[in-house]
Structures are given as structure tokens and as C-alpha cells.
């Protein structure tokens, strides 16, 4: 079992729509939790921490369930600049580095 | 400057060649990385320093060689690379684990 594991997408989606990403991690020792974006040809960046009792951020909410060992973010009313990678991301590395799902392409259209 | 900085954005260079990536943070964390990141491939963890000391390298090849002389900057020695290197290589910073990571906007390796 990959140690994060995301749907790569893409998800193309109308403006306005909601979208939904999961993620599974496979070290249930980990203990911190993100969602990253990225866009093309930059680098990562933190979108939101993602809590136990769940947590939301304006459009985006996050939640994490830890019997499933699962991750999830929802995007309500997207906008065309919400186009981008989502990364999932866990810490469980031998130093507790993050581990870095291969992300799900989100494109937002007209 | 604010941030994580990397430079050079872009590098193309031979394989015979020796050249370096360099990091510089400016947020006063303790912790940086070197990540690969290949198309179509997650982010890969290269090395890892916490308060300068290496805590670990995840079985990079020699001929990347990781130097960090003090908490706020990261070296990457580049040295007889192979065309399959190509990639973009990202510096991030952190104040310790259980942290998110800030990332610089990277390298963009090309290997010919």
C-alpha cells in the first residue's frame, strides 16, 4: 500500500460546483495532517491544516478520520483560480517528515 | 527578503559538469529539506537537517551531495549527473516536525 494515496484526477469541473478530494495514509502513527496546492510549474503551497474535529477555511473544508485512516477536502462554489494540484500530506517518516501524496489536478471551467 | 529563496530558478548542465543549488531561509527555522519532484512522481524526500545536522538521507545517489553550513542556508552539490536527474528539486524550511513545510520555488534541473 502507497503511503498516501490520492485519486490523480483530473476533476474538470463548472464554475460554482463542489468538488471533493480523499486521501488514505497507510502509517496510522502519523499525527499531522495538510492539504497543499500547487500550481503548474511552482512550487507547493500550504492550503490548510486538517484538525481531528474537522476544520474549515471559507470555501474549503477538511476533515480527517482516523479509524479509516482518511482524508478529505471539499471546495464549494470553485472558482476558476481554484485550478490547480491539491496535495495530500501526512507527517510518518522516520524524523516524522511529511509524506506527500502525487496530488489531484483540479481544472475549473467557465 | 521574506521566505524561502532558491536559486537558480532554472539550470541546464552536462554530466561531466559540478554545480550547485543553493537555499536560503529567512522565517528562523530549525529544519530543511531537499525534495526531487519528477513528472507524473510525488514529491521525494532527498536529506533532511535539523538544527544543521543531517538526519537523514533517504539512499540519494553520491553524486548529490547536501551541505548545510549554518540554520538558514542549504547547499545541493551537483556532481556527474545522469539525464534521468532532470527535475525540479525544492528547498523547504520548517520549525520542526509535526509542522508544515514552506517551500522555496525551486530549481528546474536539466541534465543533457
Known amino acids: 500500500r502507497k503511503e498516501v494515496e490520492q485519486d490523480p484526477g483530473p476533476f474538470n469541473v463548472p464554475e460554482g460546483a463542489t468538488v471533493a478530494f480523499n486521501c488514505t495514509y497507510s502509517?496510522?502513527?502519523?499525527?499531522?495532517f495538510f492539504w497543499y496546492r500547487q500550481d503548474c510549474r511552482k512550487e507547493p503551497k500550504l492550503l490548510m491544516s486538517?484538525?481531528?474535529s474537522g476544520n474549515e477555511d471559507g470555501r474549503f473544508t477538511a476533515q480527517l478520520n482516523r479509524a479509516s485512516q482518511y482524508i478529505s477536502l471539499l471546495i464549494r462554489d470553485s472558482k476558476l483560480s481554484d485550478s490547480a494540484t491539491y496535495l495530500c500530506?501526512?507527517?510518518?517518516?522516520?524524523?516524522?517528515?511529511?509524506?506527500f501524496g502525487k496530488g489531484t489536478k483540479l481544472s475549473v471551467k467557465p | 527578503e521574506t521566505g524561502v529563496t532558491q536559486t537558480p530558478r532554472h539550470l541546464v548542465m552536462g554530466m561531466t559538469n559540478k554545480k550547485s543549488l543553493k537555499c536560503e531561509q529567512h522565517?528562523?527555522?530549525?529544519?530543511m529539506y531537499w525534495y526531487k519532484q519528477s513528472a507524473k512522481k510525488p514529491l521525494e524526500l532527498m536529506f533532511v537537517?535539523?538544527?544543521?545536522?543531517?538526519?537523514e538521507n533517504n539512499s540519494v545517489p553520491s553524486r548529490f551531495s547536501p551541505e548545510c553550513p549554518n540554520s538558514s542556508h542549504l547547499f545541493l552539490h551537483l556532481h556527474t549527473l545522469q539525464p534521468e536527474d532532470s527535475a525540479l528539486y525544492l528547498c523547504a524550511s520548517s520549525p520542526g516536525q509535526n509542522y508544515g513545510y514552506t517551500f522555496g520555488s525551486g530549481t528546474r534541473l536539466t541534465v543533457v
Open positions: 500530506v501526512v507527517n510518518g517518516g522516520s524524523q516524522g517528515n511529511l509524506i
Open positions: 522565517l528562523g527555522h530549525n529544519a
Open positions: 486538517v484538525y481531528s
Open positions: 502509517n496510522s502513527a502519523s499525527q499531522s
Open positions: 537537517y535539523s538544527l544543521e545536522e543531517r538526519v
